[in-house]
């Protein structure tokens, strides 16, 4: 989005055109968010492994105490499954305090019923510390992730440690949980250093983008300039070089007329700058009559240069509330990018399924961080997020400071459909 768009609206008639990268204020996150569910994988895993072996030594043992440590890993797996699907502080630090509790207790039954010496019990127990260790981060944030993954580390060897001073038993030792505590800081460091690379180079991708894309605007229009100087300019020629000596014939001169006005009136440049989209398509008819268009059209005359990519022509298959709603909603993200982001340019996303549509308004502005702005000052509250809830639908903000915001708007196509049944009613 750093980059002028070639095209103001691109709309093709066979598919989507997605902007180049992610919005530099949602790609830590959602690359944080890869990481820890490629954590959490490992963790399902070990935690698996652990309760099947554990289940088999106390299925053939006499001492029923054995029992209760499948019995703490299969919590940790519960906790575990609810990180997966509440990824919050919360739940992460439960994670990993329970998880340690629940180790202790898994170490402590093995090696207090005499099996803390078989070695699948001693591996299934170090896969339990490594699974602590792979509890992932909440945010975007390295020193959050960090201090989860250093909790699980040392909770994990004090759990063993207690274990065996409260059974009298050797500590059951191991460099596997360090090795892979180190092998996490590197993979998030790494992560981190290639995220600061991204950044560095995503402008020379866009710019390098728009330069392919202007090259190529001008070869289509050099080749249709030929084209059409050889099937008007030349052929006048030809006729002028047959035509009788002397004047022109009336006839001829209005040949010559016509092809003159042809060439003066051609608008070459709205022919090549928008390819996906002839001017007069029906894709384009469709989109020019919906709210959005009337919101982008308007921020475009306050001076906001934006870009729309996606479904565009699907917009009009709102019912009329729905189209009303997003184009008011749309207005009012647009006018906030051009009041309070520091920048001149946005990008309207426009996505269609046969259960959703969504719209995202992007800029890569100042941004804001989200917990040092009181819910009462979010002007959103009242000029967005209530008119597409009060439709059934949803609004999810997005933003950093330095990074840019995006506001995502999805109305579930139930909601869409009832509009249009009440509208034909």
């Not at 608008?267 to 989209?277: G, L």
């Not at 502005?365 to 209530?386: E, I």
């Not at 609004?395 to 009832?418: C, E, I």
Request: glycine share 10%; net charge negative; aromatic share 4%.
């Amino acid at each position: 989005m750093a980059e002028p768009p070639l095209a103001s609206v691109r709309i093709s008639q066979s598919g989507i055109h997605v902007s180049l990268g992610l919005p530099g204020h949602l790609a830590p996150r959602i690359v944080a968010l890869g990481v820890a569910r490629g954590e959490n994988a490992i963790a399902a895993v070990c935690l698996f492994m652990a309760t099947v072996a554990l289940s088999v030594v106390a299925a053939s043992g006499t001492t029923p105490i054995a029992w209760l440590a499948p019995a703490a890993i299969v919590a940790i797996g519960a906790l575990l499954v609810l990180l997966e699907r509440r990824r919050t502080l919360l739940v992460a630090a439960a994670y990993v305090l329970l998880g340690g509790v629940a180790l202790f207790a898994a170490a402590a039954a093995m090696q207090g019923s005499g099996l803390g010496g078989v070695e699948p019990v001693r591996a299934a127990i170090v896969g339990v510390h490594v699974a602590l260790i792979m509890v992932g981060g909440v945010s975007a944030s390295l020193r959050l992730t960090l201090a989860l993954t250093a909790g699980g580390f040392v909770l994990g060897a004090v759990a063993m440690s207690l274990a065996g001073t409260v059974t009298g038993t050797p500590m059951i030792r191991a460099y596997v949980p360090l090795v892979a505590f180190v092998l996490v800081l590197f993979v998030h460091m790494i992560t981190r250093w290639t995220e600061r690379l991204a950044r560095i180079a995503q402008p020379s991708i866009h710019q390098a983008a728009r330069d392919v894309r202007i090259d190529t605007a001008r070869s289509e229009l050099e080749l249709s300039a030929v084209a059409f100087v050889h099937d008007t300019i030349l052929d006048d020629l030809d006729a002028i070089a047959a035509d009788d000596p002397g004047a022109p014939s009336g006839q001829m001169l209005g040949r010559l007329q016509d092809d003159l006005h042809a060439i003066e009136g051609r608008n070459w440049a709205s022919e090549h700058m928008q390819p996906d989209m002839p001017p007069d398509s029906e894709a384009s008819t469709r989109w020019q009559s919906t709210g959005i268009a009337s919101a982008v059209e308007q921020a475009r005359q306050q001076g906001l240069d934006v870009t729309i990519t996606g479904a565009a022509a699907d917009a009009d298959t709102l019912g009329p509330a729905e189209d009303t709603a997003v184009g008011l909603a749309v207005g009012q993200l647009l006018a906030n990018v051009r009041r309070h982001a520091g920048v001149t340019s946005a990008e309207v996303i426009v996505g269609s399924t046969p259960d959703l549509f969504s719209v995202i308004v992007v800029d890569d502005g100042r941004g804001f961080d989200l917990a040092a702005v009181a819910p009462d000052r979010l002007g959103l509250r009242h000029s967005v997020t209530s008119r597409i809830e009060s439709l059934g639908g949803s609004v999810k903000l997005w933003s950093q400071p330095g990074r840019g915001t995006s506001v995502a708007l999805q109305l579930p196509r139930h909601a869409v459909h009832q509009d249009s049944e009440r509208a034909a009613s």
